[in-house]
């Protein structure tokens, strides 16, 4: 178990620093092609060629390497790991600590990825569950078609339906009723307000863990499906064990394996739509900030917000990993 | 077991995998039911068991009774319940029949846990009692192990301690040594055999290996088509058999005595249940076959001496020929 822990962190840093890698030779090339992204900091201004080297210097563009197409610009590379190691993640083009940045944005995706998974689960697993139990009915035929149906409607899709369509008159109505305080007013806020970030999180995140939702529900239902039919399944019935106790403890449990795997790439999946919905629902989180900063060839911001998303993913799946291996004891002794 | 017919709804129509098989166990003996694959002997154990999915499997009708108490008239829930105290069940493929994910001596006592209310330590004593009745070394170590750790032969141990967790009066065998190697094979039959005996318990062993019935079954009843087609003791069955198709079926056993010479086989394949010939279900395979054969219902069951029967118009001919 140990060394299995072990293997998984040293394979989660390799992946960690190719992510890094990169995106440093991305962010190179983007820079080599656009030009200095230290122009952005001057606005319409024209800076003299001092001013430029000096504000180039402040953020590590100055190697001459960033003027040769084609160059991977290894120097710059190893300095910023260097950098990375130290704790020292850099400024944004307005000066601006990125950690402090991170630290602000954070916990706003954090709350909304709260909601995203508790959607998931109670959604996936719940519609999942009744799908598979009763099959071939009219129940089972009603959600594969409502999970079809959200697969066929894009997150944000949803999202701008539910923001110029639904909020707005809602929202209206409730602060007319109840003053725009009040938990429902709140609740329909057309946009992230930094004052009450859960609440307004809550619906933004429920449409786009209903989403990602969709496929969970199939596979749950394929899942358990499986077991329902299966040998070991037979042979609890026949012990005399209730139909509750075999659905909970040998249905359930086992169909579990394949979830839990699955959850790791539908994470992925929505770390990618948090991107669309913080952007649209105006949330100031990870995804927002990030949207932003490839708008403004913020590159230190860029690398800074996608390298911590790649650890944060590497950590999930590490996760998964070793959640597959607890639920499966087969795993365990490979 | 009185009649009972078994049906299942499938896309092309209904099929009749159980049709009017009666049969009994008393304590202490053991019946084998042997045919082919497809013949119902594995689905007239489920229904008994009140393991049938349906839909698509009806029973259509019947009886099955124990100790007097009819079971098809309870509810599935109390049926299954019932079997759970009363009848054990032994499952061809124990890899597939245990599950992966608990040890095994969870899985050994999960009925006395959740129906009787046994402590974990309560039901780790059982446990490994029940391993040290099928002979499963270091049963104190082994307990605590997953299926996946245990050899073919051991799971099968394993299987058959399961179905004795719960001190049943019958244990139904569904073809216990199909997925073992033939030494494993031998030990597992021994091993069923000596509890059985043991316990005074019934046994029904379902099965497609005639060699395998001879050496432990007190009666045989072998199936064709869903219906019993003979019903005698084993030691007549075999040296006398009575109707035409358990005569074919011996013949085709390969024998150590008869060396080079060519496999006996039946011509023909089983029939689909979806259209099962007419008269006889066996006819078109029947070396005796006759009009009388081809035609009308099937024939009826035919009372012979020495409390057998034989579903054969020619029964009586049948058996003093052999």
Same mark, same amino acid.
């Given at each position: 178990?140990?060394?299995?822990?072990?293997? $998984?962190?040293?394979?989660?840093?390799?992946?960690?620093?190719?992510?890094?890698?990169?995106?440093?030779?991305?962010?190179?090339?983007?820079?080599?092609?656009?030009?200095?992204?230290?122009?952005?900091?001057?606005?319409?201004?024209?800076?003299?060629?001092?001013?430029?080297?000096?504000?180039?210097?402040?953020?590590?563009?100055?190697?001459?390497?960033?003027?040769?197409?084609?160059?991977?610009?290894?120097?710059?590379?190893?300095?910023?790991?260097?950098?990375?190691?130290?704790?020292?993640?850099?400024?944004?083009?307005?000066?601006?600590?990125?950690?402090?940045?991170?630290?602000?944005?954070?916990?706003?995706? *954090?709350?909304?990825?709260?909601?995203?998974?508790?959607?998931?689960?109670?959604?996936?697993? *719940?519609?999942?569950?009744?799908?598979?139990?009763?099959?071939?009915?009219?129940?089972? +035929?009603?959600?594969?078609?409502?999970?079809?149906?959200?697969?066929?409607?894009?997150?944000? !899709?949803?999202?701008?339906?539910?923001?110029?369509?639904?909020?707005?008159?809602?929202?209206?109505?409730?602060?007319?009723? *109840?003053? =725009?305080? =009040?938990?429902?007013?709140?609740?329909?806020?057309?946009?992230?307000?930094?004052? +009450?970030?859960?609440?307004?999180?809550?619906?933004?995140?429920?449409?786009?863990?209903?989403?990602?939702?969709?496929? *969970?529900?199939?596979?749950?239902?394929?899942?358990?499906?499986?077991?329902?039919?299966?040998? +070991?399944?037979?042979?609890?019935?026949?012990?005399?064990?209730?139909?509750? +106790?075999?659905? !909970?403890?040998?249905?359930?449990?086992?169909?579990?394996?394949?979830?839990?795997?699955?959850?790791?790439?539908?994470?992925?999946?929505?770390?990618?739509?948090?991107?669309?919905?913080?952007?649209?629902?105006?949330?100031?989180?990870?995804?927002?900030?990030?949207?932003?900063?490839? $708008?403004?060839?913020?590159?230190?911001?860029?690398?800074?917000?996608?390298?911590?998303?790649?650890?944060?993913?590497?950590?999930?799946?590490?996760?998964?990993?070793?959640?597959?291996?607890?639920?499966?004891?087969?795993? $365990?002794?490979? | 077991?009185?009649?009972?017919?078994?049906?299942?709804?499938?896309?092309?129509?209904? #099929?009749?995998?159980?049709?009017?098989?009666?049969?009994?166990?008393?304590?202490?003996?053991?019946?084998?039911?042997?045919?082919?694959?497809?013949?119902?002997?594995?689905?007239?154990?489920?229904?008994?068991?009140?393991?049938?999915?349906?839909?698509?499997?009806?029973?259509?009708?019947?009886?099955?009774?124990?100790?007097?108490?009819?079971?098809? &008239?309870?509810?599935?829930?109390?049926?299954?319940?019932?079997?759970?105290?009363?009848?054990?069940?032994?499952?061809?493929?124990?890899?597939?029949?245990?599950?992966?994910?608990?040890? #095994?001596?969870?899985?050994?006592?999960?009925?006395?846990?959740?129906?009787?209310?046994?402590?974990?330590?309560?039901?780790?004593?059982?446990?490994?009692?029940?391993?040290?009745?099928?002979?499963?070394?270091?049963?104190?170590?082994?307990?605590?192990?997953?299926?996946?750790?245990?050899?073919?032969?051991?799971?099968?141990?394993?299987?058959?301690?399961?179905?004795?967790?719960?001190?049943?009066?019958?244990?139904?065998?569904?073809?216990? &040594?199909?997925?073992?190697? #033939?030494? #494993?094979?031998?030990?597992?039959?021994?091993?069923?055999?000596?509890?059985?005996?043991?316990?005074?318990?019934?046994?029904?062993?379902?099965?497609?290996?005639?060699?395998?019935?001879?050496?432990?079954?007190?009666?045989?009843?072998?199936?064709?088509?869903?219906?019993?087609?003979?019903?005698?003791?084993?030691?007549?069955?075999?040296?006398?058999?009575?109707?035409?198709?358990?005569?074919?079926?011996?013949?085709?056993?390969?024998?150590?005595?008869?060396?080079?010479?060519?496999?006996?086989?039946?011509?023909?394949?089983?029939?689909?249940?979806?259209?099962?010939?007419?008269?006889?279900?066996?006819?078109?395979? %029947?070396?005796?076959?006759?009009?009388? %054969?081809?035609?009308?219902?099937?024939?009826?069951?035919?009372?012979?001496?020495?409390?057998?029967?034989?579903? %054969?118009?020619?029964?009586?001919?049948?058996?003093?020929?052999?």
């Amino acid at each position: 178990m140990g060394r299995y822990v072990l293997r $998984r962190v040293l394979q989660g840093i390799l992946t960690l620093f190719l992510v890094i890698f990169l995106l440093h030779l991305l962010t190179t090339f983007a820079i080599q092609l656009n030009g200095n992204p230290a122009l952005a900091f001057f606005g319409d201004r024209v800076p003299t060629q001092a001013q430029l080297s000096a504000v180039s210097a402040r953020f590590g563009l100055d190697d001459p390497c960033y003027n040769q197409l084609g160059n991977p610009c290894f120097g710059p590379f190893v300095n910023r790991l260097k950098d990375y190691l130290s704790g020292d993640f850099g400024t944004n083009l307005r000066g601006r600590e990125i950690t402090s940045i991170v630290a602000t944005a954070a916990p706003n995706s *954090f709350r909304l990825f709260l909601v995203v998974t508790a959607t998931w689960l109670v959604v996936g697993m *719940f519609l999942g569950s009744t799908a598979a139990r009763r099959r071939g009915k009219v129940v089972d +035929h009603g959600i594969r078609g409502f999970s079809v149906m959200i697969d066929a409607l894009p997150v944000f !899709v949803m999202l701008l339906v539910y923001r110029y369509v639904i909020t707005v008159p809602v929202y209206t109505w409730a602060k007319k009723q *109840f003053g =725009s305080d =009040s938990f429902i007013a709140l609740l329909f806020k057309p946009s992230f307000d930094s004052d +009450h970030p859960m609440i307004t999180v809550i619906i933004p995140g429920i449409l786009l863990g209903l989403a990602g939702s969709a496929a *969970f529900i199939r596979l749950v239902r394929a899942a358990q499906l499986e077991n329902y039919n299966s040998d +070991h399944v037979r042979a609890a019935r026949s012990k005399g064990l209730s139909e509750r +106790h075999v659905r !909970v403890f040998h249905i359930v449990r086992n169909s579990s394996i394949p979830v839990a795997t699955a959850v790791g790439i539908v994470f992925t999946e929505a770390l990618a739509g948090a991107v669309i919905t913080e952007g649209v629902m105006n949330i100031y989180g990870m995804g927002g900030l990030l949207w932003n900063a490839v $708008r403004d060839s913020d590159v230190s911001l860029i690398i800074g917000i996608v390298t911590l998303l790649a650890i944060v993913t590497i950590v999930v799946m590490i996760l998964v990993d070793l959640l597959y291996a607890a639920l499966d004891p087969r795993i $365990r002794y490979e | 077991m009185t009649d009972l017919v078994v049906e299942f709804s499938t896309a092309d129509g209904v #099929v009749r995998a159980v049709d009017g098989l009666t049969y009994s166990v008393d304590a202490g003996r053991t019946l084998a039911i042997v045919g082919e694959s497809g013949s119902g002997k594995s689905v007239s154990s489920l229904a008994v068991m009140g393991l049938l999915q349906s839909p698509p499997a009806r029973i259509a009708g019947g009886s099955i009774r124990f100790n007097g108490t009819e079971l098809l &008239t309870m509810s599935r829930k109390q049926h299954r319940a019932y079997c759970g105290e009363h009848i054990g069940m032994v499952f061809q493929d124990a890899l597939a029949a245990l599950n992966p994910v608990y040890t #095994v001596g969870w899985q050994l006592t999960e009925a006395l846990r959740a129906r009787h209310g046994f402590s974990r330590r309560q039901a780790r004593t059982r446990a490994i009692e029940l391993l040290d009745m099928v002979k499963v070394p270091a049963a104190r170590q082994r307990v605590s192990e997953y299926p996946h750790q245990f050899s073919g032969g051991m799971r099968q141990r394993v299987m058959i301690a399961m179905a004795l967790a719960m001190d049943p009066e019958v244990l139904i065998a569904d073809e216990p &040594t199909t997925a073992l190697d #033939v030494t #494993v094979q031998a030990q597992i039959m021994t091993l069923l055999a000596e509890i059985q005996a043991e316990r005074q318990m019934g046994l029904i062993l379902i099965t497609h290996d005639l060699g395998v019935v001879a050496t432990v079954a007190d009666q045989v009843t072998v199936m064709y088509a869903g219906r019993a087609v003979e019903q005698a003791p084993v030691l007549e069955a075999y040296g006398s058999p009575a109707h035409p198709y358990t005569k074919a079926l011996l013949q085709s056993i390969p024998r150590l005595d008869r060396k080079g010479g060519e496999l006996e086989v039946i011509p023909g394949r089983p029939p689909d249940l979806l259209a099962v010939p007419a008269g006889c279900p066996f006819h078109p395979r %029947c070396e005796r076959a006759e009009d009388v %054969c081809r035609t009308g219902a099937p024939p009826p069951v035919v009372e012979l001496p020495g409390g057998r029967s034989a579903a %054969c118009h020619f029964a009586q001919e049948v058996m003093t020929d052999a």
